[in-house]
């Protein structure tokens, strides 16, 4: 599956974003899906991930309850709402893909979108 992201920008701290990631395929709504980011000199870490369906999520500690993720398998479409960012926030974030039933380890993921940056402003 080829993925691709988009809906970075520079937005003002307590400020929102929603991330969009396209995949091609017919074969998308089999996929574990999730976003990433990686922050200057950091490595890269889960945001939030997705089961095929919907119906399962996981998030990283420092986003819950400000980071939503959703997917839409008609679209071919996983998204991320971002909301009360904080500066911390800033990082390149990726959308990946992964063929097995539930994981957050990068290194499950086999697919990987371009990455979209987000800035966040104090």
């Known amino acids: 599956v080829q993925l691709q992201a988009y809906g970075g920008g520079l937005v003002q701290a307590g400020g929102s974003l929603r991330l969009s990631c396209a995949a091609s395929?017919?074969?998308?709504?089999?996929?574990?899906m999730g976003w990433f980011r990686q922050a200057p000199g950091k490595e890269r870490d889960v945001v939030a991930v997705?089961?095929?369906?919907?119906?399962?999520?996981q998030y990283a500690d420092s986003v819950r309850g400000r980071f939503t993720i959703s997917r839409d398998n008609a679209k071919n479409t996983v998204y991320l709402q971002m909301n009360s960012l904080k500066p911390e926030d800033t990082a390149i974030y990726y959308c990946?893909?992964?063929?097995?039933?539930?994981?957050?380890?990068?290194?499950?993921?086999?697919?990987w979108g371009q990455g979209t940056l987000v800035t966040v402003s104090s």
């Open positions: 997705i089961n095929w369906s919907g119906s399962a999520t």
């Open positions: 990946a893909a992964s063929g097995r039933h539930w994981s957050h380890i990068a290194t499950d993921f086999a697919s």
């Open positions: 395929g017919r074969t998308f709504s089999s996929y574990l």
